[in-house]
């Protein structure tokens, strides 16, 4: 790639969004601000499961790395940064609590805590096989 098309996806004008880079899906883009429902900042991604719907649905039918739960995205509306954790907010009547995905999430090759870390373009998330870059568009 020139540095025009490295330049070009790292420029946000209207938001960010996740391209399949590696994965069952590879190409298929996913708007991130199309998926909120504002007032709401969070959108939960995982594997499909009828059981435990998800905003943002990463097909892995060939191997089983990515969790039911596998992580929040969260919108900082105030900053305008997105920011990734790794598991997902349980409520079970009443009672909730943190459940972290079973093989993590990664930024960058580096492994993303429950507190969470800002993703930009031209950053790289990795969930099991799959690998999603950052974009702007």
Do not use: C
């Amino acid at each position: 790639a020139n540095a025009g098309e490295n330049a070009a996806y790292k420029t946000v004008v209207n938001g960010i969004l996740l391209r399949v880079m590696q994965g069952e899906e590879y190409g298929k883009t996913i708007r991130l601000k199309e998926l909120l429902k504002l007032p709401r900042r969070l959108l939960t991604v995982g594997r499909n499961d009828p059981f435990t719907p998800n905003d943002v649905v990463i097909r892995e039918n060939l191997s089983s790395y990515i969790s039911r739960r596998h992580s929040t995205l969260q919108y900082d509306d105030v900053n305008m940064k997105w920011y990734i954790r790794d598991g997902q907010w349980i409520n079970n009547t009443g009672s909730g609590h943190w459940q972290s995905s079973l093989n993590g999430t990664y930024v960058n090759s580096t492994q993303v805590s429950d507190q969470g870390m800002e993703i930009r373009p031209g950053d790289i998330i990795s969930m099991g096989d799959v690998k999603l870059r950052v974009e702007g568009y």
